[in-house]
């Protein structure tokens, strides 16, 4: 008597086989590639500084400074200038600063470069003055 083949018992079986070593091999990729990203984002230092000068006008106003959506500064300003110095610590930098009185915001975009920042207050807003 001979013996019969299960040709198509067999075909599922490799095909089986075939589709779990694809899973895995992807799951091997997925995992390594996350850990390569993470490694490089703890790498990640900045060296650039922003110094902003508060220059004129701010004197008697209660002031916020945000960077991004870290809170640098927050008191009332008895004299002028106010400078303070921050460290770049992402990719993009916003600088928000905030009259805690009337809550009006103003909002400048700092360079990747770091560099030095002033400002005054005016009756329409607070400018940002040109770079020297």
Do not use: C
Not at 117 to 128: A, L, M, R, T
Request: aromatic share 10%.
């Amino acid at each position: 008597m001979a013996h019969r083949l299960n040709t198509n018992k067999q075909f599922m079986v490799g095909n089986g086989l075939l589709a779990f070593a694809v899973i895995f091999v992807v799951v091997i990729f997925v995992y390594m590639s996350m850990r390569l990203q993470r490694e490089k984002q703890e790498e990640r230092h900045f060296i650039e500084s922003y110094t902003i000068s508060l220059v004129k006008g701010f004197a008697g106003d209660s002031i916020s400074l945000f960077v991004n959506d870290s809170l640098i500064s927050n008191k009332t300003m008895s004299e002028e200038p106010y400078t303070v110095e921050v460290g770049r610590f992402a990719e993009q930098s916003a600088l928000l600063i905030v009259d805690n009185n009337t809550e009006l915001v103003s909002t400048f975009d700092l360079s990747e470069k770091g560099g030095t920042y002033q400002f005054e207050k005016e009756s329409d807003g607070i400018k940002q003055l040109a770079k020297q």
